[in-house]
């Protein structure tokens, strides 16, 4: 990329105030690891974005980029504005870091704590209104050491959300938590998105990202590999259908079914037409008083999608188990700068 197309990308990327991560070309290396092998990405402002992968894929290091925490050896990008790796002290009061464990006083309460964070932004947000929306209005007197670990979690947005940022990295935000807490964790983050807040979140879960993202991209050795909305990702929504169910034993299907029978006893199908076959199906059933058990219409999941486009992809060329641990190393942050 040239000096010219890269001025134009900068000035183009400030004007067009719908924007807050603009990435191109983007490349970064560890000795003979290429850790990013030239992602593209553009985030709206008011979006939550997904970005998923395997171990050793390039998230962390692309998100570390993405808040200035690490140089990248090529491309342009622009986070609100701004280049990342040359205006790090205009950024950060106007982003918000949630990491997997941060290193909070237990002993302050929950108000001390938002207080203590809120002083270090120039315009904070007053902390009696980030309690309110994370939902923590009942423990605002109570010390973080007593707190659960999905209120913990609530605290550590409510950090992040100290300096009222416009844009919020969450890297994987719910490891760990058991169903309850995770479904507290993604009702926070939904109310984000309401608050007009940008959101790009990490996450292992592909139920996580189907509940939350307005768009995901998976990333495998590198590279972007598929981007879209969840339900349409790497053409989920193209995907064949499968009519599964039970019969009983000694039944047969009519043979313009086409059905076969699986391992687990199941019967399944996978019409062209799945509005027709059912019709034929249930009318069938119905005729001869048959109980179709279990039935069930089974369409890809974002989780079969995922699997498909990482599955049996290379490492980075030179990846070793040490290499490995030393791409994914993250630099040295804190939840709040």
Known sequence: MGVQEIRRHYESAA?????AIDVRGLTKSYGDVQAVAGIDLR?????IYALVGPNGAGKTTTVEILEGYRPRDAGTVTVLGYDPGQHRRQLKSKIGIVLQ????????????????????????????????LVGLESKRNIRVVKLSGGQQRRLDVAIALAGNPELLFLDEPTT??????RREAWEVVKNLAALGKTVLLTTHYMDEAQYLADRVAVISAG???????????????????????????GQSLPPDLAASREPDGYVSFAPENL?????????????????????????????????????????PAGMTGQSRAAAGQPAARTAAR
Do not use: K
């Open 275 to 315: 509005t027709a076959a059912l019709h034929r199906l249930t009318g069938w059933a119905t005729e001869r008083r048959i109980e179709l058990d279990s039935l069930e219409i089974v369409r890809a999941s974002l989780e079969d999608v995922y699997l498909a486009l990482t599955s049996g992809q290379p490492e």
């Open 223 to 249: 590279r972007i590999v598929a981007e879209g909305p969840p339900g349409t990702l790497g053409g989920r929504e193209l995907a064949t259908t499968v009519v599964r169910f039970r019969l009983p034993a």
């Open 101 to 132: 464990s941060t290193g909070i006083d237990q002993f302050l309460t929950v108000t001390e704590t938002i207080a203590m964070y809120a002083g270090y932004y120039p315009n904070p947000r007053p902390a009696a209104e980030v309690i309110e």
């Open 176 to 181: 760990g938590f058991d169903p309850s807490a």
């Open 43 to 47: 985030i709206q402002r008011g979006e």
């Open 15 to 19: 004007m067009d105030t719908t924007i």
